[in-house]
């Protein structure tokens, strides 16, 4: 049963974790930022052997919990105690010398030194115990299966090995208290797997592990007990969670949760796409004939890429990030040139063109990394909507403001962007509704033929995530043609037509986008021939 937000969780399973003594408990704990409310009144306890997820939107303090428990920052009211004694960590390392450890969502680590001394920095000083610390590696990868290399360079490491590299670093210090802040976002899925496993073998040594995830099949595969978090307040917890997986959703976004068909593991009321008849019969919206780049040093990042995608067509992109998706995305967008071959969009080549031209011949383009390519934060919501067509409202060598703002005014109404008004600080806003804002800009591309969207969910909520894939959705049946590519999986099966597989800079594989497929697609990724 779900519990009301003021129980404590020890309270609302009777039977369950009663009389254990909580590892770590918070109590009306709070955080400010001047103004700005990012946690109230907080109560939640982390008890020995369980995986305690903690779920909510974007903005709902989840990441600020974390960040108080591991002494980033301090409560500005509550109280914390760890073991039974008062807590107040005066930073990490305070935090890691009394067994808390954490792993950020986004690695820390050095690509130009080897594992084992990206795994001593910031241990004790003096001499380096090389052979020493080799020896506890070796421990620990009996122990848990974390198999590493100490001598290879951390950069030349997949993803999914750096990932595991943070999580021994952690380890290595045996903290009674491990967080992991979205640790699965970048990995393969034997790779989650198995991380879930570690999480479960971690708390079955008696640590508390505290999971941060968006992903629903996580949940239900690893968690003891869930905490839900909305603008900074427990709104549920379940010490069910995978019997009760609806009622999480519905208490994170404050509104029934509406599945219309069987909806794909892992992402919020999605059924599988049905594609329509499509409404010109094998016109291709996008063609990439022979395309291939090789980067300054003379490194074959893309090689030899044929693709096309007919218009009402969603094809995925599945693969590890860093087998050639990025570079593609910068191609397509104006911002690389391609080493070779050739690209074309509703039949116009646009191999040399640049980006407005392609924006001019109906392309839209989600990019993988919104902040850095695809927004300035510091201007409004309206001049971000309109950056690539500026123009439109230009009169007598001025912005008609009022125009651009009455437009502005209607896509936020259209696109439901959850904004106080056009002239709102775009980074002000959070990342589902900077995400919306974005592909309300490319979806309204005139004469829109054909969508990049690069990663389109990263980072977002569950509810976000939904929106997203809807408005993709609705311009693929309006005949858009769309190329998506997305490191979630499961995502690509819900909301693809096929799949194709990049790895090293090649198509290895393509499979109709159906759960049946998963394993063999994923095994593609992975560079195992299937």
Same mark, same amino acid.
């Given at each position: 049963?779900?519990?009301?937000?003021?129980?404590? +969780?020890?309270?609302?399973? *009777?039977?369950?974790?009663?009389?254990?003594?909580?590892?770590?408990?918070?109590?009306?704990?709070?955080?400010?930022?001047?103004?700005?409310?990012?946690?109230?009144?907080?109560?939640?306890?982390?008890?020995?052997?369980?995986?305690?997820?903690?779920?909510?939107?974007?903005?709902?303090?989840?990441?600020?919990?974390?960040?108080?428990?591991? $002494?980033?920052?301090?409560?500005?009211?509550?109280?914390?105690?760890?073991?039974?004694?008062?807590? /107040? *960590? +005066?930073?990490? /390392?305070?935090?890691?010398?009394?067994?808390?450890?954490?792993?950020?969502?986004?690695?820390?680590?050095?690509?130009?030194?080897?594992?084992?001394?990206?795994?001593?920095?910031?241990?004790?000083?003096?001499?380096?115990?090389?052979?020493?610390?080799?020896?506890?590696?070796?421990?620990?990868?009996?122990?848990?299966?974390?198999?590493?290399?100490?001598?290879?360079?951390?950069? %030349?490491?997949?993803?999914?090995?750096?990932? /595991?590299?943070?999580?021994?670093?952690?380890?290595?210090?045996?903290?009674?208290?491990?967080?992991? %802040?979205?640790?699965?976002?970048?990995?393969?899925?034997?790779?989650?797997?198995?991380?879930?496993?570690?999480?479960?073998?971690?708390?079955?040594? $008696?640590?508390?592990?505290?999971?941060?995830?968006?992903?629903?099949?996580?949940?239900?595969?690893?968690?003891?007990?869930?905490?839900?978090?909305?603008?900074?307040?427990?709104?549920?917890?379940?010490?069910?969670?995978?019997?009760?997986?609806?009622?999480?959703?519905?208490?994170?976004?404050?509104?029934?949760?509406?599945?219309?068909?069987?909806?794909?593991?892992?992402?919020?009321?999605?059924?599988?796409?049905?594609?329509?008849?499509?409404?010109?019969?094998?016109?291709?919206?996008?063609?990439?004939?022979?395309?291939?780049?090789?980067?300054?040093?003379?490194?074959?990042?893309?090689?030899?890429?044929?693709?096309?995608?007919? #218009?009402?067509?969603?094809?995925?992109?599945?693969?590890?990030?860093?087998?050639?998706?990025?570079?593609?995305?910068?191609?397509?967008?104006?911002?690389?040139?391609?080493?070779?071959?050739?690209?074309? +969009?509703?039949?116009?080549?646009?191999?040399?063109?640049?980006?407005?031209?392609?924006?001019?011949?109906?392309?839209?383009?989600?990019?993988?990394?919104?902040?850095?390519?695809?927004?300035?934060?510091?201007?409004?919501?309206?001049?971000?909507?309109?950056?690539?067509?500026?123009?439109?409202?230009?009169?007598?060598?001025?912005?008609?403001?009022?125009?651009?703002?009455?437009?502005?005014?209607?896509?936020? #109404?259209?696109?439901?962007?959850?904004?106080?008004?056009?002239?709102?600080?775009?980074?002000?806003?959070?990342?589902?509704?900077?995400?919306?804002?974005?592909?309300?800009?490319?979806?309204?591309?005139?004469?829109?033929?054909?969508?990049?969207? +690069?990663?389109?969910?990263?980072?977002?909520?569950?509810?976000?995530?939904?929106?997203?894939?809807?408005?993709?959705?609705?311009?693929?049946?309006?005949?858009?043609?769309?190329?998506?590519?997305?490191?979630?999986?499961?995502?690509?099966?819900?909301?693809?037509?096929?799949?194709?597989?990049?790895?090293?800079?090649?198509?290895?594989?393509?499979?109709?986008? %159906?759960?049946?497929? /998963?394993?063999?697609?994923?095994?593609?990724?992975?560079?195992?021939?299937?």
């Amino acid at each position: 049963m779900i519990a009301e937000a003021g129980m404590l +969780a020890s309270d609302a399973a *009777p039977g369950k974790g009663r009389g254990v003594t909580p590892l770590l408990a918070m109590t009306g704990v709070g955080k400010r930022f001047g103004a700005f409310e990012a946690l109230a009144d907080v109560d939640i306890a982390f008890l020995p052997g369980e995986v305690h997820c903690l779920l909510g939107e974007n903005g709902a303090g989840k990441s600020t919990l974390c960040n108080l428990i591991f $002494g980033i920052h301090a409560p500005s009211a509550g109280e914390m105690t760890l073991a039974g004694a008062p807590y /107040r *960590p +005066a930073g990490p /390392r305070d935090a890691l010398s009394r067994g808390v450890a954490m792993v950020h969502q986004h690695f820390s680590l050095i690509n130009e030194l080897p594992v084992i001394d990206n795994l001593l920095l910031g241990g004790r000083l003096g001499r380096l115990d090389r052979k020493g610390e080799g020896r506890r590696l070796e421990s620990l990868a009996q122990e848990f299966g974390l198999t590493l290399d100490p001598a290879a360079l951390v950069g %030349d490491l997949s993803v999914g090995q750096r990932q /595991r590299v943070e999580i021994v670093k952690c380890l290595m210090k045996r903290p009674r208290v491990l967080i992991l %802040d979205e640790p699965t976002a970048v990995l393969l899925p034997d790779e989650i797997q198995s991380l879930l496993a570690v999480c479960r073998q971690v708390a079955g040594a $008696g640590c508390a592990v505290v999971l941060v995830t968006h992903k629903l099949a996580e949940i239900e595969r690893v968690a003891d007990r869930v905490t839900v978090l909305h603008r900074g307040r427990i709104a549920a917890r379940s010490d069910h969670p995978a019997d009760e997986i609806d009622a999480l959703v519905q208490a994170m976004i404050q509104r029934p949760v509406a599945r219309d068909g069987e909806a794909a593991s892992g992402v919020l009321a999605l059924p599988k796409r049905q594609r329509p008849t499509p409404l010109v019969e094998a016109e291709e919206a996008m063609q990439l004939d022979g395309v291939s780049f090789l980067d300054r040093l003379g490194v074959r990042r893309l090689d030899d890429i044929t693709l096309s995608v007919d #218009r009402g067509e969603i094809v995925g992109v599945a693969g590890v990030e860093g087998n050639g998706q990025s570079e593609l995305g910068a191609i397509l967008a104006g911002l690389m040139r391609a080493s070779a071959g050739r690209w074309f +969009a509703g039949g116009r080549e646009l191999t040399e063109a640049s980006p407005r031209a392609i924006t001019a011949a109906g392309v839209g383009i989600v990019p993988e990394d919104r902040h850095a390519v695809a927004v300035v934060s510091g201007l409004s919501l309206a001049d971000n909507l309109f950056l690539n067509r500026m123009r439109q409202f230009a009169r007598l060598g001025l912005i008609d403001r009022p125009r651009q703002r009455a437009l502005a005014a209607e896509y936020i #109404r259209r696109f439901d962007v959850r904004a106080e008004g056009p002239l709102i600080r775009f980074g002000s806003l959070s990342g589902g509704n900077q995400q919306k804002a974005v592909l309300a800009r490319e979806l309204t591309t005139p004469d829109l033929r054909f969508l990049l969207a +690069a990663q389109p969910t990263r980072g977002l909520d569950i509810g976000a995530v939904e929106a997203v894939y809807r408005l993709i959705r609705d311009a693929a049946d309006g005949g858009v043609g769309v190329l998506l590519v997305s490191s979630e999986l499961d995502e690509l099966i819900a909301v693809a037509d096929r799949i194709v597989v990049f790895y090293r800079g090649r198509i290895v594989g393509e499979r109709r986008a %159906d759960p049946a497929n /998963r394993r063999t697609i994923g095994a593609l990724m992975s560079g195992q021939a299937a």
